[in-house]
């Protein structure tokens, strides 16, 4: 796939990260990086064996997450009620002196 191809695929994402992390998955082994002789020169990106074979186990993830996505909400919701009263400053205190 083409740069520009890949980054509408995935959405919001700045070029600037998107270079990194293919410059990260190129040396990693897991996608190979072409460029063409043509003006502008043209680079296409491509999965490697290894990268292909990533694919299984990244579907698992990918199910196991949809699949649980309410719990890790509701989890996140708890965590979040919990943060805020604990942060929250006692009613009547101000500025640690009681009113």
């Known amino acids: 796939m083409r740069f ?3 980054r ?3 959405g919001v994402i700045s070029q ?3 270079t990194l992390t293919l410059r990260g998955l190129e040396r990693d082994g897991l996608v190979v990086r072409t460029v063409y002789p043509t003006v502008p020169p043209g680079v296409e990106y491509a999965l490697t064996d290894l990268g ?3 694919l299984k ?3 698992g993830l990918v199910e196991w997450a949809y699949e ?3 719990q890790v909400h509701t989890a996140r919701s708890r965590f979040d009620e ?3 009263r604990s942060t929250a400053p006692a009613v009547g205190m101000t500025h640690g002196r009681r009113n």
């Open 68 to 70: 649980h996505q309410e």
């Open 16 to 18: 600037r990260m998107l």
């Open 57 to 59: 186990p990244m579907v």
């Open 4 to 6: 520009n191809e890949i």
């Open 52 to 54: 292909h074979s990533l």
């Open 8 to 10: 509408r695929g995935i």
């Open 82 to 84: 919990k943060s805020q």
